[in-house]
């Protein structure tokens, strides 16, 4: 029987993809007890525990390569997935490989990679990352990133998946637009491309335990997950600012701004943007916080802010979380944000954006003044799009593959 190998960070590492990897093979249950199981995390990151839910975990330095490993790829732009291209460089060459893209467009981690192996530039090993993407602008592209002067706006909208597709036997994606993004966009001559499944985000059972708070002393409004310059945090506090100084003063101290995540840069420090903004009083960042704490602090809250640009890849856990909750959501109306449903689209154009961010704030606040219920709407789907598989059933249907192959 073919071992699994999970290759991930996972708990207690302070990303959302962590706690993903948690939800996932909860939701897989005991379709995986026969197959060996095991978790690769990438060292240097913080102390892993020795399992997870009776799964041996073991870094990446220490994984030993077998010749009929089915290999689970989990693939993000960040940091902490960063190991997972040595370890694709390291498998065996019979090894299966199912990449779960958590993120299509994975330049800025390439980028990372091959300006980082000992000498300034890799271009032999970019042109690999990006073979199948842009073929008419590819030239172009590799002589401005040898330069340094890749365009800003490129670095978010490249996928630099060409090593992942060339691997993979089958690729799992969160939404439509990433499989539509993949296909369409980079592969250009592809001999074989994989056949790409579309997965729902595993729900998080643990919600149960932490139901919405009723109507209480606080209107909160919350931004969950990495704080990042994507995550549109300055327009956020700048629309938060405008609805705050609308309210009679008497009513300021009941409202608050609630932002839970690491910062990925001091700039987009909240405490210190609300201090610009003026409201500073009404603003507070807990960092990263426990998983518990996570969602007894979300259960507070009134309207949830989802903000992507220039990209926001696949939807986010966050998104997907707040929703289960029954928390009003506002997310940006672009990419894979599109096919999801929400309380309230946000504009991206510059003159809308904060003025839209302002008015849905005003909207759920006047709600919870007047004692109306502070769960979602239910908006209807703006889309009819198929069902998507959960995780148990994409496993299986991964497993039935192997044993056909």
């Given at each position: ?17 962590a ?5 996932f ?32 975990i ?9 010749e009929d490993?089915?290999l ?16 694709l ?6 090894s299966?490989v ?5 993120d ?5 981690n390439?980028?990372h ?17 990006l ?5 008419n ?8 990133w040898?330069q ?8 978010f909208?490249l ?7 060339e ?8 939404s ?7 296909l369409?966009?980079?592969g250009?001559?592809?001999?074989r ?15 149960e335990g932490?139901?919405?708070?009723p109507?209480g ?9 990495w ?13 938060f ?11 300021r ?15 987009l420090?909240?405490?210190v943007?609300a ?14 916080v ?7 602090e979300m259960?507070t809250v009134?309207?949830m ?5 220039p990209?926001c ?16 959501v ?12 929400a ?27 007047a004692?109306k ?7 209807s789907?703006?889309?009819?799009l ?20």
């Amino acid at each position: 029987m073919a071992r699994i190998v999970f290759v991930s960070p996972a708990p207690p590492m302070k990303t959302g993809t962590a706690r993903y990897l948690s939800l996932f093979l909860e939701e897989c249950g005991g379709i995986l007890r026969d197959h060996q199981p095991v978790i690769v995390t990438p060292s240097g990151l913080g102390a892993p525990n020795p399992s997870l839910m009776g799964i041996p975990i073991v870094s990446d330095r220490d994984y030993c390569p077998a010749e009929d490993d089915v290999l689970f790829m989990f693939v993000a732009n960040n940091r902490f997935h960063r190991f997972v291209f040595s370890i694709l460089e390291r498998r065996k060459r019979s090894s299966r490989v199912i990449s779960i893209i958590h993120d299509p467009q994975c330049f800025m981690n390439v980028d990372h990679i091959q300006r980082n192996l000992g000498r300034k530039y890799d271009p032999e090993g970019m042109v690999k990352d990006l073979k199948f993407e842009i073929p008419n602008l590819r030239e172009w592209i590799m002589s401005r990133w040898q330069q340094a002067g890749l365009p800003q706006i490129l670095k978010f909208n490249l996928m630099a998946q060409s090593r992942i597709i060339e691997a993979s036997d089958v690729m799992v994606v969160h939404s439509y637009y990433a499989a539509l993004k993949l296909l369409l966009e980079s592969g250009h001559g592809v001999e074989r491309m994989p056949p790409i499944l579309v997965m729902q985000h595993p729900r998080d059972p643990s919600i149960e335990g932490h139901p919405l708070l009723p109507r209480g002393r606080k209107f909160v409004v919350g931004c969950f997950g990495w704080i990042s310059q994507a995550k549109r945090p300055i327009p956020i506090i700048s629309g938060f600012s405008r609805f705050l100084s609308s309210l009679p003063a008497h009513e300021r101290e009941a409202v608050e701004l609630k932002f839970v995540g690491e910062l990925t840069q001091k700039s987009l420090d909240p405490s210190v943007l609300a201090q610009a903004y003026g409201c500073e009083k009404n603003c507070v960042h807990l960092g990263h916080v426990s998983d518990e704490r996570f969602l007894r602090e979300m259960s507070t809250v009134n309207i949830m802010f989802n903000l992507r640009f220039p990209s926001c890849g696949e939807t986010s856990g966050t998104l997907n979380l707040a929703k289960e909750m029954g928390i009003r959501v506002a997310m940006t109306n672009y990419q894979a944000f599109k096919e999801e449903n929400a309380d309230f689209l946000i504009s991206l154009a510059p003159d809308k954006e904060v003025d839209e961010i302002c008015a849905a704030i005003t909207a759920v606040y006047r709600d919870w003044i007047a004692g109306k219920a502070t769960t979602s709407r239910a908006p209807s789907p703006r889309y009819a799009l198929p069902k998507k598989f959960d995780a148990r059933q994409a496993l299986q249907w991964v497993l039935s593959q192997e044993a056909a192959a």
